[in-house]
């Protein structure tokens, strides 16, 4: 069964920094994405970016390039989503979500992990 947990949420003020986290276990999938996204209150879910099985090529967003950054720990099967310069804006609840980038592959998603940004 694949599970996905997120850690790292915290509350922080505009301009600081936090890490968070995306465990993965349970899957032995060969091609698939492994990306990140945020809900804010009274908001549509949107993408943060993506890191990809394939060649670990990475994609943000354009509301948060030059600020995050995607990495991955390979042998622990983590994921990682540094935020730097964090903006009131970014609170939302972060979520990871895993894709198989294959013809009716399946796709996962956990639980979420509150970021909140304060002035």
């Known amino acids: 069964q694949v599970q996905l947990v997120e850690s790292g949420g915290d509350w922080v003020q505009s301009g600081g920094s936090l890490r968070l986290s995306c465990a993965v276990s349970?899957?032995?999938?060969?091609?698939?994405?492994v990306g990140w996204f945020r809900q804010a209150p009274g908001k549509e879910r949107e993408g943060v970016g993506c890191?990809?099985?394939?060649?670990?090529?990475?994609y943000y967003e354009d509301s948060v390039k030059g600020r995050f950054t995607i990495s991955r720990d390979r042998a622990k099967n983590t994921v990682f989503l540094q935020m730097n310069s964090l903006k009131v804006e970014d609170t939302a609840v972060y979520y990871c979500?895993?894709?198989?980038?294959?013809?009716?592959?399946?796709?996962?998603w956990g639980r979420g992990t509150q970021v909140t940004v304060s002035s």
């Open positions: 349970g899957f032995s999938l060969r091609w698939y994405t």
């Open positions: 890191i990809s099985s394939a060649d670990g090529s990475i």
């Open positions: 979500n895993l894709r198989e980038t294959v013809p009716g592959g399946d796709e996962y």
